[in-house]
Nanobody
Framework: QVQLVESGGGLVQAGGSLRLSCAVS????????MGWFRQAPGKEREFVAA????????AYVDSVKGRFTISRDSAKNTMYLQMNSLKPEDTAVYYC?????????????????????WGQGTQVTVSS
């Protein structure tokens, strides 16, 4: 069974940085499309970033472009979200997700219903 465990969240001042990690176990990591989503209080879960199965394609929501970077280390079975220049509006619970269903290697999934496995979430709080 595939399990995803996020870590790296915390409290940071506006303008600061955090790196979230998502450790994947229970399956071959490199064959999965991966993504990050977030959910702020009282809001719907929203897409943040995605990485294709090949690892060569990325996608981001406009609000984080140029500030966040999604990546993976296949040797460590771990995905990352480097978050720089954080803003108070980035405050949310961040979830990592894995997509096991078939897609072309370059596809980046941006909808939550395209993912099959989810982590438990990690809280990110950005103070002003």
């Amino acid at each position: 069974q595939v399990q995803l465990v996020e870590s790296g969240g915390g409290l940071v001042q506006a303008g600061g940085s955090l790196r979230l990690s998502c450790a994947v176990s229970g399956s071959t990591f490199s064959g999965y499309g991966m993504g990050w989503f977030r959910q702020a209080p009282g809001k719907e879960r929203e897409f943040v970033a995605a990485l294709s199965r090949s690892g060569g394609r990325t996608a981001y929501v406009d609000s984080v472009k140029g500030r966040f970077t999604i990546s993976r280390d296949s040797a460590k079975n771990t995905m990352y979200l480097q978050m720089n220049s954080l803003k108070p509006e980035d405050t949310a619970v961040y979830y990592c997700a894995a997509r096991s269903r078939y897609s072309i290697m370059s596809y980046t999934a941006t909808r939550s219903d395209e993912y099959d496995y989810w982590g438990q979430g990690t809280q990110v709080t950005v103070s002003s």
